[in-house]
């Protein structure tokens, strides 16, 4: 290039093949920024798709080293184009070099672009400088360097110098590749400078020159100095290495400046993990050391040192995990202190050693033991080089040639490919979880001392741990010696997929249930009947026998052990195999001992009974009996003893003494995790007493109303003999009548073991609500109650929220005083973000704020909603008042706000009108007038001496006054409102002298002639925006007559308000200074959610007409306006929307965006900077004293304040796709992008971390894939990179997508606290101000015997108000997260993690494998398993309900429904998870019964509560088609036992209601609305129909349950998060919900139909709808609920559409690359998917389940008429006949379309014709010969649907036998014809129901009828009309 001539530039190819250099050293930390591609070019000047990009945002990720020169090039092209034009020559060679073949993605299209670019500036360019690109590069260079890098060095931010010596060091290098030769001697002092000038993150500490306040703060100063004291210790070999990232880092660089430096050489560390952890472990050291310091002052010291309490605090959280597993295992622990060295330095060195191994550990973070393995070995290293201190150089343990990943690849890399070979074994979760090892897996690998032979150090990769997972049979390699090595099996735990883990985890609590369920039958049976009856022997003796089930249930439990953990056998230790071993054998002891003992006991025995009696012998055998039950009893007894002596057990089972083990052996196998887990005794009385209650409440029912009622019918029906049979019986001599028994009794069954769930729900709603009562919940419950309460807030905001100083000590009112100050402070930021928020009005903020002003008045200024028409009602007091000052008085004081009102406004009229006036003459007519008043209100005769009644007349001139005040903000001198102004004023001297005085006549005389009094006056003070706002309060005071009541008008806003001044009230710590506070980050991980609303997205109108914008102007009428006065903008046309910008915000701040989520969690910065700078100085003084000093102080506060507030919070977006959506072609992503860059440069302290994928060439020309866990912040136009750690691998490969996104930021937060915080979440200012309150609650000893580890917060559901769907899902997630937890937490202690919004223990949870669980499938529901492993780690979960943080939910049903399937899924994986299983075994009994209810309890109630249904339904099918009914029913015997035998029947339908379950919602909206506005929201909600969706959620929960348990198939399903209501098509909704809900619904239909048809005749009509009521609306629900909330689903058009859309769905085949939405055969196939990845014991049992279909055609055949009453088995054999045929002919007609349809057509028809012939012979046959009626062929349809059914799911179930047949077309053809019926059947009502207009306006009224009520026209948005009138 230095032969460069002319203008035109030289050929950047031919220049490039003569030399190649090595990319600049000088770069190595320059931010890097790969960025999209435009879908059309690169210049972006040919499309209008996507937004304008440079291209310093266009490179492909492989070149991102050349983005900096580009920026530069960028930065400076206005200022020289022609340097410009040379640095993007110099990234055009760099790139060539880089990647010379263009083999990277995008390299070639990019490199074509910039030469493209070249080759056009170097023409047009011309040099300024000099006369050649050398000269002038230099030139410009150095110009460049004094005007930005010497002038004003110290004066410029740290930012803007990072940026000027960014370009520098490009300009540099650029140099010197220009002109080598040219000698640069000058600048290298600003090429050393350049590395002071790096980005960072929160602490500049490599930045040089200007003072930064963060490093100004003592502690911070104490932390570095700590970290650098790196004297005495050895140093390590250094040797010129490469960083991860592909640059070489300097000799200069390897010099360890500090301990982190040091192990960075010492163990190869990646330089950005240290780099990172540094700055996490010097914050963590000074907020520490803060909370401990105490107060401001103590730590203003010149010379502060970090206190070694600190450090030891930091090592006891770290290292309690690490000294635990050392002690499980019999270690010793590693962490030693060398004699001779300094123990805080060695502490920092094991510190810095654990934070950089999880640093960059990656998904290595989920397995905590492992860690702690890898840690183990990595401390004793450590401990022998810092122990022997007689080298001065060491060799470090870990090195690679040429980089700086060594750690990783030597020690994370071979684990991390473990785990990817599991995962691609696993398929995606999708094979079962027994064939491949999960995270829990490899980590409790480590549990076990056989790791430390197996594994070794360093780690052998031919361990079994290593080995590859089991290969298909077709891929097994024979000659491979690798893979002949044993591999590891699954460890400790299998997840198989049964119902039985329910028995197996909860055994207590179902052998609880059935021996008292088999009690209380033996009971009721006994003669009496009654509870006193078990007094009698033989009684008692009967119920004894219980111990005999309990045997029979303890060697099940036994049996399953063994069973159900097979494949884990080889993984478990000896102790354990031989424990299960015993217990198995010892189970079949009891099981042989106990009933042998029992039958010698029974007198009279007969059969097996006597057999056993006679080989007993003449023994004692009652006493032998008693005495085996006493034996086996034993150690229950004992366990009950330890129960009751709590530490004890506490103690025995955290303990890891071996005699202590071996005397646990039998009853508990040894775990890691869930050991000791006891709570306190009070919480043990709590939650004890609850179930002992809630228990004795159940039994007695069940006993009384489910039990004792069915005994008598029950004899009887025993006792009537063999019934009449209507069919062919195959059992016909069974004795007592069992079928019918069984029948009858099955579903009593059923509901006993259900029933305890409703009970649950009724008891948690009283303890909740008695719980929420205690809590001072709902005490300010409406504006009334807060006007009535309000004088008291600033009390209780003094007491919780004002920090207690202890050094200062001020008076009670001085106090008080402050108080009220800083109340005043947080309110007004607090009004101001409500206003910003549009919320309020202008006119409503002025009405809610307090004067900043600074008081001057003698009262304290309310807010003028409280003084709002006191000031009107005190002149009517005064106009009444004719006689004494004292009623007059009375009166004012009887109101303390008119009295305060009153005082303030005379006050600050005076002040006013002082100010106003220029001339002293003028103020002392004032001063007479106030001298006057005053002393006549002394001598108290004001109303003698003055017309009161003139007042109102005064107040009118004032007001007029006040408003030519505050019109303008500057007057001249000739303005003519300036005279207004003094006429103004002269006119109301008047009034007062001569109309209101009585003796002020005198007072207005002008001294001198040449002027006139109040005519010159002073208008300056009113530049000033306090006195401004003194003059708007004022007037507002005078003018405001309406009462306040309304004030604000909007909801929300309301909300708001209330419960902020009720939190104030309830229980709390007190908030602790900002400084000594716990420093906490929030993270949000982001996926490709909306960020912000584009224009063409809220403008967009969709197939109804209506746009998001107009959809959100209805439901938001009032914001909208607010909005509108805000911006000051009144659009007359709705076109002219479409210019406004803040429009986009405007939206979002109302969807579910990120937009909405990042502003709401930067409320937390600002209330930090606001209490700190409350907390340093009185800010109020400040505003008073306008002078240069106290401005100058309040610059110095604000700047300390927002250092401080950006040591204590952090806040980290995990965009785990940021890097893909820079390079996307996507314009929608690109849009995601700038975006997302956008909040980064608004927010200066939001940090987005994302996962970059970097293609890199190799040597044999192919590209590689490296991965990078990168964190950005947003510069002045671009994202900098500031941390940035290669990955193993792919991270998000492994797991599930959200742990994985959040797992690999977590190391990019900071703080002892982290906030996990989802993208659909809000929050609010005022609850930002309570976070330091919160945070006081880990320190709590108030919630059990540990301090909490997890803080529970409570959500408001801000989506509740757009349609009745919208709100019944509020309601209902509301109570969950309200009342639910509130029980949940206390008195329960079972809360876990239920998602966000809650406060984790970072330190506890980062130690502990992480706030979420990440194993694909078995951790789908992430959250919770969080909770569950904090328990079981020693964890305390609570839940605090002073603050609130928003939440959005899904509003449509389809949406709701996909939320439900999620949830129901994860419960269903839940249950197979060792997590449950072991908090099962491990809970005290009362404590598993909460545990169980409350997570897959209620999930199994549910299932058990439709199971019931059809257990009931079937039972009385067999009943009516067998005709055991009817004989039974006209039996004489049986009707006395009739009325019984009817409420046996009709009691289980008492719970499918469900509506009992609505009690908690009840409950909570009437402790905080009131319990009127409960009742009413309640009969509100049962009108629209909430009972009908709940019931269909129902039918959700269950088959998502119940599918996922047996077959699996969970996945992560997205909900979406719009709230635009939309159409969804019918076939849309039967894709969706035809096996959940459609089919279940049409079985139960033709099951209620065949009772009532078979049934009718001798059943009266009464006991059948009092039977089936609840059943039928079930049906209803289930197959018309997702049309009755469909918008416009009864709209005749819509109807039309969907009736064509379905046909079309119905008649397109399948085949490649058809979706499931375009045809019905993509769709039924992928139906059955579940069915091919399950176990063969699955599939056995679906073809058992489907064969219940035929009962109907067995029973319906003997009912024909043309059956004549035969009972023989030929009827039935008949029937098959009969279908056989009609099946054969199908097939012909399947056959003969595909042989004849096309070619010949003549054959097809003449064959469809004999058939159709045939079979009107064969009907008019058997109509004239056999008797056949019309009724026999309805009844046959109903008859032989259900056994095509029964073939269809039997085919289903056998597809891959059939497909090898040629049945497997015909199965789908079958399959078509059923499908094609059931939707006829679901559309006739729907079609039948259009033809109506006002089923359509009725179904949108019931939709949205909350809407309506907050002024949504509904109607008009559906039908597509404008408002036209909104525009003027």
């Given at each position: ?28 930390r320059?931010?890097?920024r790969?960025?999209t591609?435009r ?15 440079e ?6 990720s ?5 983005v ?7 930065e400076?092209?206005e200022e020289?184009?022609?340097v ?15 990647d ?5 993605r ?7 672009y910039?030469l493209?670019?070249?080759?056009k ?5 011309a ?8 000269k ?21 931010k740290?930012?803007?110098?990072t ?11 650029v ?14 002092g600003f090429?050393?400078d350049?590395?002071?000038?790096s980005?960072?993150?929160i602490?500049?500490?490599?930045i ?10 003592p502690e911070?100063k ?5 970290l650098?004291?790196?004297e005495?210790?050895p140093m ?20 360890p400046?500090d ?9 190869g ?10 700055e996490?472990?010097?914050?963590l050291?000074?907020?520490i ?7 401001v002052?103590q ?14 605090h ?11 597993w ?15 060295a300094?123990?805080q ?10 934070l950089?191994?999880?640093?960059e ?19 004793r290293?450590?401990?022998d ?15 690679r ?13 071979p ?8 995962a691609?074994?696993?398929?995606h ?8 090892r ?11 001392k056989?790791?430390?032979?197996k ?8 361990a ?14 024979k ?10 099996s ?15 985890s909860?055994?207590r609590m179902w052998?609880?249930?059935i ?5 209380m039958?033996?009971i009721?049976w006994?003669?009496s009947?009654s509870?006193?009856?078990i007094?009698d022997?033989?009684?008692?003796r ?11 249930l ?5 049996t ?9 056998w080889r ?9 299960y071993i015993?217990?198995f054998?010892v189970a079949?002891?009891w ?13 009279n025995?007969t ?10 012998g003449?023994l004692?055998?009652?006493s ?5 039950v ?27 003494a ?6 646990l052996?039998w009853?508990q196998?040894?775990?890691y ?11 043990l009385?709590?939650?004890?007493s ?6 004795i409440?159940k ?8 039990i004792s ?7 009887t029906?025993m006792?009537?003999g ?17 079928g ?10 059923m509901v006993?073991?259900?029933d305890?769930q409703?009970?649950y729900?009724?008891f ?7 719980n929420g009562?205690f ?9 009334g ?7 008291a807030i600033?009390i209780?905001?003094g007491?919780?929220?004002?920090p ?16 009220i ?19 309020l009005s202008d ?8 004067p900043?002003?600074?008081?001057k ?5 309310w ?5 709002a028409?006191k000031?009107?009602?005190a ?20 109101d303390?706000?008119?009295k305060?009102?009153?005082?303030e ?8 009108l ?12 004032v001063?007479?007038?106030r001298?006057s ?12 001496e003055?017309?009161l009644d003139?007042l109102p007349q005064?107040?009118?001139k004032?007001?007029?006054?006040l ?6 903000d500057d ?6 409102a ?6 103004l004023l002269?006119?109301?001297m008047?009034?007062?002298?001569q109309?209101?005085m009585?003796?002020?006549q ?7 002639s ?15 925006d306090d ?8 007037q507002?005071l ?10 604000p ?28 506070m716990?420093s906490f ?9 909306d ?13 109804d007409?209506i ?14 306006k ?29 969807g ?5 989520t990042?502003?709401?969690m ?13 907390d340093?100085?009185d800010?109020?003084r ?11 102080e ?17 806040y980290?977006v ?11 072609k ?6 995601c992008y700038?975006?997302?860059l ?6 200066p ?16 020309g192919?590209?590689?894939?490296t ?11 671009y994202?900098e990179?500031?941390y940035?750690i290669?990955l ?9 997508g ?9 190391i990019?937060?900071r ?9 659909n ?9 309570k ?7 880990f ?8 301090k909490p580890?997890?803080?529970g917060?409570?959500?408001h ?15 209902q997630?509301?109570?969950f997260?309200?009342?639910?937890q509130?029980?949940l ?11 966000h919004?809650?406060i ?6 980062i130690?502990?494998?992480g706030?979420?669980?990440a ?12 909770g ?22 899904d509003?449509?049903m389809?949406?709701?429904?996909s939320?439900e399937?999620k ?9 197979l ?6 908090l ?5 009994f009362?404590?598993?019964l ?6 897959v309890?209620f999930?199994?109630?549910s299932?058990?509560?439709v199971?019931?249904?059809y ?8 009943l009516?088609?067998?005709?055991l ?11 006395q ?5 009817e ?10 209601l ?6 908690p ?10 319990f ?5 929201e309640f009969?509100i909600?049962q009108?629209q ?8 959620q129902?039918g ?16 992560y ?12 098509k019918?076939?849309e ?5 035809s ?8 079985e139960?239909?033709i ?9 009718s ?23 018309f ?5 469909n ?6 058009q819509k109807?039309?559409e ?5 046909r079309k ?17 993509a769709?039924?196939?992928?139906e059955?998917?579940?069915l ?13 389940l ?12 003997y ?6 009453r ?12 009969v279908?056989l ?15 004849f349809g ?5 054959m097809?028809r ?21 008797n ?20 269809l ?19 789908m ?13 679901l559309?006739l ?5 259009s ?5 359509s306006?009725f179904?949108?009224?019931?939709l949205f009828?909350q ?10 948005i559906l039908?597509g ?5 909104e525009?003027?």
């Open positions: 290039m230095a032969n460069a001539r002319g203008g035109g530039g030289p050929s950047p190819m031919r220049s490039q093949s003569g030399r190649q250099r090595a990319p600049s050293r000088a770069l190595s320059a931010p890097t790969a960025l591609m879908p059309d070019g690169f210049s972006g000047e040919d499309g209008t798709e996507g937004p304008f990009m291209e310093s945002e266009l490179v492909p492989s070149l991102a080293p050349i900096p020169i580009l920026r530069a090039a960028n400076i092209e020289n184009p022609r410009a034009y040379l640095c993007r020559f110099a990234a055009f060679e760099k790139a060539h070099h880089m010379p073949t263009s083999s990277g995008g390299v070639r299209q990019f490199k074509t910039l493209h670019r070249l080759e500036d170097g023409q047009e360019t040099r300024k400088l000099a006369s050649t690109d050398a002038e590069i230099q030139r410009f260079y150095e110009q460049y360097c004094k005007e930005y890098l010497e002038k004003g060095h110290e004066t410029r740290s930012e803007e110098m940026r000027y010596f960014q370009i520098a060091s490009v300009l540099y290098d140099l010197k590749t220009v002109a080598p030769g040219i000698h640069h001697a000058d600048f290298k090429e050393k350049k590395a002071s000038f980005q960072y993150n602490l500049p500490l490599n040089t020159g200007s003072r930064q306040p963060i490093m100004e703060i911070i104490a932390a570095v100095r700590l650098r004291r790196i005495g210790l390590p070999r250094t040797e010129v290495s490469q960083s991860s990232d592909g640059t070489t880092v300097s000799e200069e660089m390897d010099i400046h301990l982190l430096d040091w192990l960075w050489q010492t163990f560390f990646q330089k950005g993990n240290v780099e990172n952890q540094k996490h472990l010097i914050l050291l000074a907020n050391d803060m909370r401990k310091g105490g107060n002052h730590s203003e010291r010149h010379h502060h040192e970090i206190d070694s309490t600190t450090v030891m930091l090592m006891k959280n770290f290292f309690q995990n690490y000294d635990s050392c002690q499980y295992l019999h270690l010793k622990s590693n962490i030693r202190i060398p004699r001779d300094s123990a330095q060695a502490e920092l060195l094991y510190i810095g050693l654990y950089l191994i999880w640093g550990a990656s998904n290595v973070r989920f397995m905590p033991e492992c860690l702690c393995y890898i840690f183990h070995h990595m401390a290293d450590l401990y080089i810092i122990s022997d201190r007689r080298e001065e150089y060491f060799d470090p343990p870990f090195r040639e040429g980089s700086d990943d060594a750690f990783l690849q030597l020690v994370i890399q684990i991390f490919n473990v785990m990817r070979k599991e691609i074994g696993s398929k979760g999708t094979v079962s979880h027994s064939k491949w999960n995270y829990d897996d490899l980590n409790e690998y480590f549990w076990s056989k790791c430390f032979k594994l070794g150090w360093p780690m052998d990769l031919a079994d741990f290593f080995a590859d997972p089991a290969k298909p049979k077709n891929e097994t390699e000659h491979d010696h690798a893979s002949s090595r044993r591999r590891v699954k460890t400790n735990f299998v997840e198989v997929r049964t119902f039985l883990h329910l028995f197996r909860f055994d052998a609880f249930f021996l008292a369920f088999q009690a039958v033996i009721a006994s003669p009947g509870l006193s009856s007094f022997p033989d009684v008692f009967n119920v004894l026998t219980i111990f005999i089930t309990a045997a029979f303890n060697f099940l439990q036994a399953l052990q063994i069973v159900l953990n097979w494949k884990a993984s478990l230790e000896c102790s354990q195999m031989t424990r015993l217990k054998v079949i002891a099981l042989i001992i106990l009933p042998t003992t029992y039958a010698s006991s029974i007198q025995p059969g097996l009974v006597k057999f056993f009696s006679n080989w007993i003449n004692q055998s009652e032998i009996y008693n005495f085996a006493a034996i086996y009893m034993l150690p229950n007894i004992f366990s009950a003893l330890f129960f009751i002596f709590l530490p004890i057990r506490k103690t025995l089972e955290r303990s890891n071996r005699i202590v083990r071996f005397l052996w009853n196998p040894k775990s995790v869930a050991r000791g887990m006891y709570e306190g005794t009070c919480s009385l709590k939650y004890t609850f179930w002992i209650l809630l228990l409440c039994l007695t029912f069940s006993f009384y109303v489910e009622p069915l005994v008598g019918p029950t004899r029906i006792f009537l063999v019934g009449t049979y209507e069919w062919h019986e195959f059992f016909p001599y069974l004795q007592h009548n069992l019918v028994v069984i029948t009858v009794w099955a579903p009593i069954v006993y073991f259900m305890t409703i009970w729900a009724i948690s709603t009283i303890c909740g609500g008695v009562a809590s001072r919940l709902g005490e300010i419950r409406t504006l109650m807060l006007r009535s309460r309000f004088e600033p209780a905001f007491e919780k929220l004002v207690d100083h202890g050094s200062q000590v001020k008076t009670h009112e001085g106090a008080k005083r402050s108080h100050d800083k109340f005043a402070d947080i309110w007004n930021a607090f009004i101001n973000s409500l206003r910003d928020e549009d919320l006119r409503e903020k002025n009405l809610l704020i307090v900043s002003s600074g008081s008045t003698s009262v304290f200024q807010p003028l909603f409280l003084l028409s000031i009107p009602i002149l009517d007091m005064a106009k009444s008042v004719k006689k004494k000052d004292e009623e007059l008085r009375k009166r004012i004081n009887q303390p706000y008119t305060y009102a009153v005082i406004c005379y006050e600050t009229l005076l002040d006013i002082y100010n106003l006036i220029a001339e002293e003459s003028d103020k002392k007519v001063d007479r007038i001298e008043i005053e002393d006549s209100i002394q001598r108290r005769q004001l109303v003698k003055f017309r003139e005064l107040s009118t004032f007001d007029k006054l408003k030519l005040l505050v019109l303008k007057y001249d001198e000739n303005d003519p300036k005279t207004q102004v003094a006429n002269q006119d109301i008047e009034i007062i002298t109309d209101i009585k003796n002020g005198g007072i207005l005389k002008d001294e001198d040449q002027k006139q009094l109040f005519a010159n006056i002073n208008l300056d003070w009113l530049k000033y006195w401004r706002e003194k003059c708007v309060r004022l507002l005078l003018t405001t007559k309406e009462s306040a009541i309304y004030v008008m909007n909801l929300e806003a309301r909300r708001r308000i209330t419960f902020f001044a009720n939190s104030l009230f309830m229980k709390m710590p007190r908030a602790p200074p900002v400084r000594s716990m980050s929030v993270l949000t991980p982001y996926f490709k959610e960020v912000l609303f584009l224009p063409e997205d809220l403008y967009k109108k969709n197939e007409g746009s998001i914008l107009f959809y959100l102007r209805k439901i938001y009428p009032d914001e909208w607010n909005f509108l006065e805000r911006i000051k903008f009144n659009p007359m046309v709705e076109d002219e929307l479409k210019k406004m910008d803040e429009i986009c915000p405007w939206a979002s701040y109302r579910q965006t990120l937009t909405r990042v502003r709401g930067m409320y937390y910065r600002k209330a930090l900077e606001t209490q700190c700078a409350q340093m100085s800010l109020a400040l505003d008073r004293d306008r002078t240069t000093t106290s401005y100058q309040s610059e110095a506060v604000c700047e300390m304040a927002q250092a401080i507030a950006d040591i204590k919070f952090t980290v995990s965009c785990q796709v940021y890097g893909m959506q820079k390079i996307s996507d314009p929608k992503d690109q849009n700038l975006n997302i956008n909040l980064m440069i608004t927010n302290s939001l940090r987005v971390a994302f996962i970059d994928e970097r293609e890199a060439p190799t040597g044999n192919t590209t590689e894939k991965y990078y866990s990168v964190l950005v912040k947003g510069g002045e136009k994202d990179e500031i940035r290669k193993p691998g792919n991270p998000t490969a492994i797991g599930e959200k742990p994985e996104n959040q797992n690999h930021a977590i990019f937060t703080g002892e606290a982290l906030q996990a915080i989802d993208m979440q809000d929050n609010y200012i005022e609850e930002a101000f976070m330091r309150n919160v945070l006081e609650e320190e709590s000893r108030n919630y059990g015997n540990s580890t997890i803080l917060l409570r959500e559901i801000f989506t509740g108000s757009v349609s009745s769907l919208a709100w019944f899902m509020s309601n997630e509301m109570s997260v309200t009342i639910g509130r029980v937490a206390n008195p329960l202690k079972v809360r876990f993690h239920y998602g919004p809650d984790f223990d970072r330190l506890f949870h130690t502990r494998g706030i979420s669980k194993s694909k499938t078995i951790n789908l529901s992430e959250d919770i398993f969080s569950y492993n904090s328990t079981m780690r020693g964890g305390n979960i609570t839940h605090h309900e002073y603050m609130q943080v928003g939440k959005g939910r509003v449509g389809n949406q709701i429904s939320f399937a949830v129901a899924n994860g419960n269903g994986e839940q249950t998870s060792r997590d449950i299983y072991r099962g075994r491990r809970f005290d009362y404590r598993m909460s545990f169980y209810f409350t997570t309890g999930y199994f109630s299932m058990v509560t199971l019931t249904v257990v009931f339904l079937y039972g009385r099918l067999y009516v088609l067998s005709g009914e009817k004989s039974i029913l006209q039996d004489p015997r049986i009707e036992n009739i009325k019984p035998l409420n046996a029947l009709a009691s289980q339908s008492v719970f499918q469900g509506l009992i379950l609505v009690l919602m009840v409950m909570e909206v009437g402790l905080e609305k009131g009127r506005t409960a009742l009413g009969v909600m009108l129909l909430a009972s009908v969706f709940f019931t269909f129902l959700t929960k269950t088959h998502y349950y119940g599918r996922t348990i047996l077959h699996g198939g969970a996945i399903r997205s909900t979406g998060r719009g709230f635009v209501v939309y159409h969804a019918f076939a909704n039967y894709r969706m919900y096996r959940s809900h459609f089919v279940k619904g049409l139960l239909l099951l209620l139909v065949v009772y009532l048809a078979y049934g005749s001798y059943r009266s009509s009464k006991l059948y709808l009092f039977v089936t009521f609840s059943i039928w609306f079930l049906v209803g629900s289930w197959l609920a997702p049309f009755i909330f918008p416009s689903c009864f709209e005749w109807t039309v969907d009736w064509t859309d379905w769905w119905m008649g397109n085949r399948g085949g490649i690359g058809m979706s499931l939405d375009q045809s019905w055969e769709w039924w196939i992928s059955q998917e579940h091919r990845k399950t176990s063969c014991r699955a599939l056995l049992l679906e073809i058992i489907s064969l219940r279909f035929l009962i109907y055609q067995y029973g319906v055949v009912h024909l008429n043309i059956a004549r035969n009972k023989s088995i030929l009827v039935y054999a008949s029937s098959w006949v279908m045929v009609v099946l054969v002919v199908l097939k012909m007609v399947s056959i003969g379309r595909q042989k096309t070619d010949l057509q003549l097809f003449i064959l469809k014709g004999l058939l159709f012939l045939g079979f009107v012979s064969v009907m008019a046959v058997l109509f004239v010969v056999g056949l009626t019309i009724s026999d062929v309805f009844a046959s349809i109903l008859g032989f649907l259900p056994t095509g059914w029964c073939i799911l039997i085919g289903q179930a056998c597809s891959p036998l059939l497909k090898k047949t040629m049945m497997w077309d015909s199965i053809e079958l399959g078509r014809a059923y499908e094609n019926i059931m939707g006829l059947v559309f009502p729907i079609g039948f129901l033809w109506f207009p006002f089923v306006e179904q949108t009224r019931l009828n809407a309506f009520s907050r002024g949504l026209q509904i109607s008009r039908a009309q404008k408002d036209f009138g525009f003027k």
